[in-house]
């Protein structure tokens, strides 16, 4: 007996299926639209990889990573996000020395070991955009503009766009002294987290979802206040581009996001009454990963969106459901000569770029025009003895009933030019 899926995994079944292909082909197009172009990276990669991209003391790199040995001893991790295993081809492929910006962008499944529930998962899909060699503030607004563009196209009205900058290598490091020395007496009270937060990572404290750390960081003061000038003048930039857009956001001086590579703009796209897991989408700029993971100082910025939670959110507003257009036909037969002849006209039509089905399973004509139902086709092609004496087969258009004999010889072209004519 097969035992069930690993928790925390999905299987997307035929019905489901159907949205995550629009959505996928949605991905394609505005991406290409945006000027970027796909990359494919592996599905694991060296661990010290992401320790060194993602950063040791975050959340992901703690606790969340599907690490493993190979049989070389090698020590692998599943990706748990895109950024880093992007930054590391962008390399390995001296992307750097080739037109800039570089615009990249992926869709597949992630990998983290978190405690599964509405939302979150151990293996969920991503869409995301890398972006790199340009530190122009229009660029972060790209990045902003997309997954926005992407959310609308599918139908989602509802989310919000939380912004913020977390400055620079320049003006965090006062900072971060300042919210330690703020923390200091209070210490003893952080959760047992955020108390190891307050060395190593002390800016993720005011991220704690603990109550009593909520508390303690209420009044904490807030890196919006402590930006160097160019970080400063980088947001305002940023924030300018949105309004002239008309790009409604919320100002959201408490976000920090949980990798270490983010400088300057970081944002969380949030749909309202999600649940816990209301984020659908995330990013920021990252001016020192390229250089930190051994290439030449290159800026770089990007964003990921979760697919199921854009799914879901969909769900959540009852929003038109995603689904296909139906097949073109069904050839219907009757046994003996006709099933001969309908193996040979279906193969024929389906070379000739028009989607066709038919009986497999000897059923009655009754049965085969409820499968035609259910394929939700144009037409249905009858093939009689008559018909077949005469060369010909009965079409029956679906929506008007209408019936028309039709030359064996001349069907494709007849069924093709019907296509156009009647979509
Ligand atoms: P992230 O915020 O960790 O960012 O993930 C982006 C999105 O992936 C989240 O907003 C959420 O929708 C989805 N997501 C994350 N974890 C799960 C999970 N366990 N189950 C389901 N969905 C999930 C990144 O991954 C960055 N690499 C984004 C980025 C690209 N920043 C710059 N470039």
Redesign the pocket.
């Known amino acids: 007996m097969a035992t069930a899926r690993p928790r925390g995994t999905n299987d997307i079944l035929p019905g489901e299926s159907e949205r995550w292909q629009i959505m996928e082909d949605a991905i394609h197009r505005i991406c290409g639209a945006y000027g970027y172009q796909e990359i494919r990276t592996p599905m694991f990669e060296h661990t010290e990889l992401f320790e060194r991209g993602i950063g040791e003391t975050t959340d992901i790199v703690e606790k969340e990573m599907y690490t493993f040995k190979d049989r070389g001893e090698r020590s692998l991790t599943l990706r748990p ?3 880093a295993p992007v930054v590391r081809s962008f390399l390995e492929h001296k992307m750097y020395g080739q037109a800039l910006p570089t615009k990249l962008y992926y869709v597949g499944p ?1 990998f ?1 070991y ?1 405690r599964p529930q509405a ?4 293996q ?1 899909y ?1 869409f ?3 972006a790199f060699g340009s530190s122009d503030p229009a660029l972060d607004v790209e990045m902003i503009t997309m997954p926005i563009h992407v959310y609308i196209e599918l139908g989602l009205k509802d989310f919000e766009v939380h912004v913020n900058s977390i400055g620079c290598p320049k003006c965090r490091p006062p900072y971060r002294q300042r919210l330690q020395k703020y923390l200091n007496d209070d210490k003893d009270k952080l959760c047992g987290t955020c108390q190891s937060r307050y060395d190593r990572n002390p800016m993720r404290i005011l991220d704690c979802k603990v109550s009593s750390c909520q508390e303690l960081t209420a009044e904490a003061p807030l890196i919006a206040d402590y930006l160097c000038e160019e970080c400063s003048e980088h947001f305002q930039a940023v924030q300018n581009y949105l309004q002239q857009l008309d790009v409604k956001v919320v100002p959201n001086r408490r976000l920090v ?3 270490d590579y983010y400088t300057k703009t970081v944002f ?2 949030k749909v309202p009454g999600l649940g816990a ?1 209301d ?6 700029r ?1 001016d020192g990963l390229v250089e930190e993971m051994g290439g030449p100082s290159t800026p770089g ?6 697919m ?2 854009v799914l879901l959110a969909l769900d959540k507003e009852g929003a038109k459901t995603l689904t296909r257009p139906g097949m073109d036909g069904f050839v219907a037969q009757f046994g003996g000569a006709s099933k001969e002849r309908a193996v040979a006209l279906v193969h024929e039509l389906r070379r000739a770029g028009l989607s066709v089905d038919m009986d497999y399973l000897g059923r009655s004509l009754k049965a085969q025009m409820k499968a035609a139902d259910r394929a939700r086709v144009h037409w249905v092609l009858f093939l009689g003895d008559d018909e077949l004496a005469a060369g010909a087969a009965r079409v029956r258009w679906m929506k008007t009933g209408e019936e028309e004999t039709v030359a064996l010889a001349e069907l494709a072209a007849y069924l093709k030019a019907q296509k156009e004519a009647r979509p």
Do not use: D, K
């Open positions: 996000e895109g950024t992630m983290r978190e939302g979150r998962y151990r969920f991503q995301g955009v890398e996001r949980g990798f969380e796209i897991q984020a659908v989408g995330g990013g920021g990252y910025v990007g964003f990921a969106v979760g199921e939670r």
